[in-house]
């Protein structure tokens, strides 16, 4: 019954840093573990990051060091600090649960870096 709503996408040059939002309505994230996913063109979804239930973030090696996953569970909303941006983050990224079936995915938000 969730729907996802990811925002705060842009353009922005190499070593910048971006801050993506995903507000949550029809369910709670307190109760759920949360994950980012992007897709660049031509490719496969992939997994980013993810913060548990007790708040254990994970994140995928090419974006540790990086890129830190919060959320904020009076606004129901996951947070995606993005620093250090490369030109290979360029995706559309998106939100939905990590450890339970996916909801239907959100429209994602594009995040594009310039070399």
């Known amino acids: 019954q969730v729907q996802f709503v990811e925002s705060g996408g842009g353009l922005v040059q190499a070593g910048r840093s971006l801050t993506l939002s995903c507000a949550a309505s029809?369910?709670?994230?307190?109760?759920?573990?949360v994950g980012w996913f992007r897709q660049a063109p031509g490719k496969e979804r992939e997994w980013v990051a993810r913060?548990?239930?007790?708040?254990?973030?994970t994140y995928t090696d090419s974006v540790a060091g990086r890129f830190t996953i919060s959320r904020d569970n009076a606004k129901n909303t996951v947070y995606l600090q993005m620093n250090s941006l490369k030109p290979e983050d360029t995706a559309v990224y998106y939100c939905?649960?990590?450890?339970?079936?996916?909801?239907?995915w959100g429209q994602g938000t594009q995040v594009t870096v310039s070399s």
């Open positions: 939905n649960w990590y450890f339970r079936t996916w909801a239907t």
């Open positions: 029809g369910s709670t994230i307190r109760s759920n573990a």
């Open positions: 913060i548990t239930i007790g708040g254990t973030t």
